[in-house]
């Protein structure tokens, strides 16, 4: 597609439950990241792929947490028994290739945690 | 450890003026990006401006440039003739390598609010 397209937009869900979050990168992009940012806080990295590859998953708050992208395109972010301190603004980012310049972000999908 | 710091608190600016936005790195890679986003109040994030820890000369894009101190290790990013659009949240971030693998990493942002 044109851009970095994310969904939901938003997502309430109740503790506990678990969630997963769709990104749809920039067509033909090959490296997509994943980040996480927090009210008045510069994103923070989880995780990135190159094509199907999960290259860095280091930024992965613990093993709640979990990313994929089977066919080197889209990929989904899933968040098991969800907390409260999950909530936050979950972005993700393509770039055309590993090492490329400039990450395009996609709008991000606000996970609220009740 | 790579690591990013912007420390400004909220800055008003008065539109028609220049502001400028402080940002120190930390690094060890001889070989290093640096990039400057914009976050409006829509909450997007904005591409604004790159600059290599090899290119000979600070970047400039339109009203944007980057004031690179290479010795001094900052990045600091340059708006000429604010305009109200312009207030946001403005991020910087450097490209650092673990292991063989890119990523970038997020400063805490500087405020802008541009007054009429």
């Known amino acids: 597609g044109a851009g970095v397209s994310q969904s939901p937009r938003y997502k309430v869900t109740k503790r506990g439950q678990d969630v997963a979050l769709r990104c749809d990168p920039i067509?033909?992009?090959?490296?997509l990241y994943w980040y996480r940012q927090a009210l008045g806080q510069g994103p923070e990295f989880l995780t990135y792929?190159?094509?199907?590859?999960?290259?860095?998953k280091s930024g992965l708050p613990n093993d709640r947490f979990s990313a994929e992208r089977p066919e080197g395109s889209i990929s989904t972010l899933t968040i098991q028994r969800t907390e409260q301190r999950d909530s936050a603004m979950y972005r993700c980012?393509?770039?055309?290739?590993?090492?490329?310049?400039?990450?395009?972000f996609g709008a991000g999908s606000r996970l609220t945690v009740l | 450890a790579q690591k990013i710091t912007q420390t400004q608190p909220g800055m008003f600016v008065q539109e028609k003026e220049a502001v400028t936005l402080d940002c120190t790195y930390d690094?060890?890679?001889?070989?290093?990006?640096l990039f400057w986003y914009k976050q409006p109040s829509s909450g997007e994030m904005i591409f604004l401006i790159y600059?290599?820890?090899?290119?000979?000369q600070n970047a400039t894009e339109g009203r944007y440039s980057l004031n690179f101190q290479k010795a001094r290790k900052s990045a600091n990013l340059v708006i000429s003739a604010s305009q109200l659009g312009d207030s946001a949240m403005y991020f910087c971030?450097?490209?650092?390598?673990?292991?063989?693998?890119?990523?970038?990493?997020f400063g805490k942002g500087n405020q802008v609010v541009v007054i009429p």
């Open positions: 980012a393509s770039s055309p290739a590993t090492g490329a310049n400039v990450l395009t």
């Open positions: 067509s033909g992009h090959v490296s």
């Open positions: 792929f190159n094509y199907e590859a999960q290259q860095d």
């Open positions: 690094t060890s890679d001889p070989s290093y990006g």
């Open positions: 600059q290599g820890s090899y290119d000979q």
């Open positions: 971030a450097m490209r650092v390598t673990l292991y063989g693998n890119n990523r970038l990493a």
